[in-house]
């Protein structure tokens, strides 16, 4: 059973728009939430992260916002960039266990 | 540079013959893992550590064995490979699991034939 269900799988956005990837979990346990970023031929990277306590952190164009009683959490790219055409995969782990679940993963493809 | 290292990053075999995937972090962090990537399945977790000599299953442990005799390497076994583990593998090591960065390595393409 998939603990993190990550939509759409593909996204194509214009330059300069705005692309919204979007993410729910089922275990309330989950207490840190990241996204990472993708290009092909490497390893995922961390792009930025939040815990429950708060319902958005920003860090310069990428945002995410968290709604802890819907059990969903999306990540926002706004002004999106060619450059930042790549896979991105939500997670979710706990300090009460040990594991990390990451959805299916978001091919997003921006054009010029 | 704070890194994890894998090899090899390329591997063809055939099915039954054993092999080894190698990873290393020079970070000194607790936590490692191993994933495998599949398309349209995301990242599946197959093994993890918490520290020296202490592993435990992830999702997809079957056909696996890992082993973690020091702190910065924790190689990934395929006693016996088949074609169902011809798959993208990657290594991760964080400081502990819960709010801490996991850093990746560069991947291994493995293709059992």
């Known amino acids: 059973q998939q603990q993190v269900k990550q939509s759409p799988q593909s996204l194509i956005v214009q330059k300069g728009g705005i692309s919204i990837i979007n993410c729910a979990y089922e275990n309330t346990a989950f207490d840190y939430f990241p996204w990472y970023q993708q290009f092909p031929g490497k390893g995922p990277a961390l792009l930025i992260a939040?815990?429950?306590?708060?319902s958005e952190k920003k860090e310069g164009r990428f945002t995410i916002s968290f709604n802890k009683s819907a059990k969903q959490f999306s990540l926002h790219i706004m002004d999106s960039q060619p450059g930042d055409s790549a896979t991105y995969f939500c997670a979710a782990s706990s300090d009460t266990g040990n594991q990390f679940y990451f959805g299916t993963g978001t091919s997003l493809t921006v054009i010029p | 540079e704070a890194q994890v290292t894998q090899n090899p990053r390329y591997l063809i075999t055939v099915t039954g013959k054993k092999l080894t995937v190698t990873c290393s972090q020079n970070m000194n962090h607790e936590y490692m893992s191993w994933y495998r990537q599949d398309p349209g399945l995301g990242l599946r977790q197959i093994y993890y550590?918490?520290?020296?000599?202490?592993?435990d299953k992830g999702d997809v442990p079957e056909g696996y064995k890992v082993s973690r005799k020091e702190k910065r390497n924790f190689p990934l076994i395929l006693e016996s490979p088949s074609p169902n583990q011809t798959s993208l593998y990657f290594c991760?090591?964080?400081?502990?699991?819960?709010?801490?960065?996991?850093?990746f390595g560069p991947g291994t393409r493995l293709t059992v034939l």
């Open positions: 991760a090591s964080s400081l502990r699991t819960s709010g801490s960065m996991q850093y």
């Open positions: 550590s918490m520290n020296v000599e202490v592993t």
């Open positions: 939040i815990r429950p306590d708060v």
